[in-house]
C-alpha cells in the first residue's frame, strides 16, 4: 500500500460543503475513479483517509492537505480522480512517501496563509486591526495585496483557524460576523521563514518536502516507480 | 497558481484542472454568499453534486423545474426525482433542474434581501421555468409549496398566472387526491412519472407560444393530466361532484401506469450529494405495487398492479450505478422488498459483486418472517443498526380487521431469528385509532411489546424493544376511506395508555415514542380534503405555516385560527364517518381500483376477514385463483416473461 499525500481546492459553494463530510467526497469520487483504498480493520471497513486542519463551512481554499492510503497511484489516476470530484473540488498536488514514517500530516500542518477582505467595502479598516493582532502574537505576518485584499500568515492552523479573524475583527468592531468578512485559505504546511523575507506557507504537497516524492506517470507500487 | 503548485504539477506529470486556481472574485462576488453563510446548513443549498448534467442551450426545449417541498437532505433522498430528472434530460425537447424548500433562516433572509427562489444546477429563478413540478409525498408539506412559489417570483393562485409564468403542475401520492391544492396547481399528473412526461413534454413542446388556457387544454387530453381549472366542483348533502367545465374532457381522470418496469426508463447515473442526505445510497426500486392488500395502506391501493424487474438486468444496473456514483451502499426499494420474487437470485448475484467493492445491501422494508430476518442478517448495512418490524396492530383480531398478514407465529419466529442473529435492538412499529380498535387492542401492544424484550432476554442481557406509536389517518382509495379518524383528544389518551402501560413493564428495556396527534389530525383533514382547504392553507401560510411536518415548527393554534378564518371545520374532514354513497373529493380520479372493490374490503375489515395476496409468481394474474377483481390488473402476459 502506499501512503500518499495530496492537496485540494475547494471553490465556489463547495466551501459550504462541512470538513466532515469530506472524506466520502474523496471516496466516492475515488470509488468512480477506480482508486483502490487501503481499508480500515474492523466491523465495518473504510478506506483510511486523514484530513489536515478543519476548515470552516463558507471558507474557500487552494491547498488543502488529506492522506490516503492507496494500492497504487499515478499521475494519470489522479487526473481521472480530480475529475471524478464533485463540482468546486479540484486536486492541485500529490506525493507518496518514499521513507517510510515521513512525518504525521498533522505534525507538518505548521501554518496556514489566508487571504482577507471586507465584504462590499474597502478593506482598509483590516490594516489597523492586523497590526495589533500581530502585536498580540496572533498572527505571524501579514501584507496588503492587490484588490485590495489582506495575505495573512498564522502559524499552528489548528488553533489561529479562521473563527480566529471573525473574533478579532468583531471585537474590534470591524465586522458584525462571518458574513461581512471574505476569507480564502492559499495554504496550509510547511511556514518558512528567511531573513528580509516574508514568512510563507508551503503546501505539503511540495515536491521539495523531504520523504516523499512526485506521482509517477506509469504504473507504480510500493518502492518505485 | 503559486510556485510550489507549478512545480509539483510539472515533476508530477498532474496538471491540475483551471478552476482550481480561479480568481477569488468568483466567491468573494458570489451574492448568494452573505446568504448562506447567516444560515444553518449551508450545504443545503451549495450543490455542488456528482453526476449533474449540463444545462441544454438553444430554443424548443421544455424547462422543468423539480421541486421538492421539503428540505435538500429529504427530498434528494427521494428517488422520484433522480428518475424523473434523468428521464427528462434524455428526452430531446425537455430539460430538468431542481429546486429544494430553502428552511425559515433562509427564507427570512431571502425576503429581507429580496431575493428570489432559484433552481440548484443552473441558479435560474422559478418564475423563469416552463414547467415548475411538484411532488406531493406528504400532506404536511403543502405550506412549504407556497413557500416555494412565492419565493419564486409565480403568483400563488392558478388563476392569476399570466402566459408568461411557469405551469405549475404537481404529482405523487398527493395527486390522487388533489383538491385542496386544485387552485394553486395548473395541472397533477396521476400515475406513473415515466409514463406522463414523454407525452406531457410533447405537447408542451408543440403547444409552445400559445395561450396558457389552450395548452392547459390540450394537456388535459392526455391520460393522467388533471386540469383543475377544467373541472368545477360542487357541494351537497350527498357529497361533492364534478363536472367537466364548457364540455372539457370526461371524468374520472384515469391514471397512467407503466406496463413493464423492464420497459420503462430507469436511470443509468444518480446524482450524488457532497453533504450527508437522509438515504446516502443508490438505491433502486425492484419492484412497483403491493398486492398484500393492507387495508389502510394507500400506496399499496394505488400502485397496483405489481410489476416486478428482472432479476438479471437490474443487478447489472445496480452494479453499473455503484461504479458510476460510487456510493457505499445499495438499498432495494419497494413496498415490501421481501415481497420481491426474484430477491434470492438479485441478493446472491449482488453479494460478491459489492463484497468485492466494498459496497452495503440494505432492505428498507421488511417482512415479518424469518426468511426476511435471515435475509437481512446476511447484510452488513442492516445489522449495523437496529431492525424494525411492523405488526401494524396490537391483536389478531385487529391484525385482520387490516388485513396485515402477521400472526403470532409470524411475530415469535421473526423476533427469535433477530436476537439470535446478533441484533440486540428491534423497534415496532403501530398504529392507534385504526377502525374498530378498543383499549384491548392497545394493551395487545403493550403485550406484544413485553413479549417482544423477554424474547431478547433470552438472547442478550440488554436486549431493548422500541415501540413507535402513529395515529391511523384513513386515506384515500383506500377501504378505510369512510372511516372516521380519531380525534386527537382520544388520540393522546389512547397514546398514554400504551406508554404508561409500558412504562409499568419497561425498565430499561421497552421505549415507546408517539406521534404528535395534532399533526395527525392536520394530516387527516388534507388527506381527505376538498377544494375548500385551500383557503386554509392560504390564511395559514400567511399566518406562517411552514415546515408542518416539522414538530418544532408545527402550531394547531395557527391553523386553528386558518379554519376559523374561512369558516371551515376540520372535524368535519377528518373524524366524520362517509356514507356509502357520498361524493368523495377524489371520486373525480381513478386511481385503479374500483370503488366497490374498497366497499367490499370495508366490509370484511369489519368481519375480521382476511383477503388473500393475489399474485402468483411475482405478478398480478387477472382472474387468477385469488383474484379480488380490485381492478386495477393489467391484461395477462405471457408466461416467463415479467409485466
Known sequence: ?225 | MNRSEETTAREAGFTPRPGAAMPADAEYGDSAWPLLSNVKRSSRYAGCEYGVLPEKSGGGVVRYCLAFPDVYEIGMSYLGFQVLYFLLKSLPDADADRVYCPWTDLEEQMRLQGAVLSSIEGGHPLRDFDVVGFTLQYELSYSNILTMLDLGGIPLLASDRGDRDPLVAAGGAGAFAPEPLAPFVDFFCVGDGEALLPPITDSLSRSAGRPRAERLARLSEIRGVYVPSMVDCEYSPDGVHFTPVDGGRSLPVRRTVVESLDDAFMPNMLLVPSAGIVHDRVTVEVFRGCTRGCRFCQAGMVTRPVRERSPGPLARNIISLVDRTGWEEVGLLSLASCDYSGITELVRTLSPELAARNVRLSLPSLRMDAFSVELAAGMEAMRRGGITFAPEAGTQRLRNVINKGVDEEDFESSLRAAFSRGWDRVKLYFMMGLPTETDADLQGIVDLAARARSIGREYKRRAQVAVSLAGFVPKPHTPFQWEPQLPVDELRRRGRLVKNALADVGRGGVTVKYHEPEQTLLEGVFARGDRRLADVLLSAWRMGARFDGWSEHFSLARWMEAFAEAGVDPSWYAERERPRDEGLPWDHVDAGVDREFLWRERLRSLDGALSPDCRQGGRCVLHGPSCLECGACLPPVEEGSYA
Open chain 1, 1 to 225: 500500500m502506499l501512503r500518499v499525500r495530496l492537496t485540494y481546492a475547494k471553490r465556489g459553494r463547495a466551501c459550504f460543503i462541512p470538513h466532515i463530510a469530506i472524506p466520502s467526497v474523496f471516496t466516492r469520487s475515488g470509488g468512480r475513479a477506480g482508486v483502490k483504498f487501503q481499508l480500515s480493520e474492523g466491523f465495518s471497513p473504510r478506506p483510511r483517509i486523514s484530513l489536515g486542519p478543519e476548515l470552516p463551512v463558507g471558507v474557500p481554499a487552494l491547498n488543502e492537505p488529506f492522506e490516503v492510503r492507496v494500492a497504487s497511484l499515478t499521475a494519470r489516476d489522479l487526473s481521472r480522480w480530480d475529475l471524478a470530484l464533485p463540482g468546486g473540488f479540484f486536486f492541485t498536488g500529490a506525493l507518496v512517501e518514499s521513507v517510510p514514517g515521513a512525518g504525521s500530516l498533522n505534525g507538518q500542518c505548521e501554518a496556514a496563509s489566508y487571504l482577507l477582505a471586507l465584504r462590499g467595502r474597502d478593506s482598509t479598516p483590516l490594516d489597523a486591526a492586523l497590526a495589533e493582532m500581530r502585536e498580540e502574537g496572533l498572527i505571524l505576518h501579514y501584507r496588503e495585496d492587490a484588490g485590495p485584499c489582506f495575505r495573512c500568515v498564522v502559524d499552528n492552523p489548528a488553533r489561529g483557524g479562521p473563527g480566529l479573524f471573525v473574533k478579532e475583527f468583531a471585537k474590534r468592531g470591524i465586522i458584525r460576523g462571518w458574513a461581512d468578512l471574505f476569507m480564502l485559505r492559499e495554504s496550509v504546511g510547511r511556514l518558512v521563514e528567511q531573513a528580509d523575507l516574508a514568512p510563507c506557507v508551503i503546501p505539503l504537497a511540495d515536491p521539495s518536502a523531504h520523504g516523499w516524492r512526485p506521482l509517477a506517470d506509469g504504473n507504480i507500487s510500493k518502492g518505485g516507480a
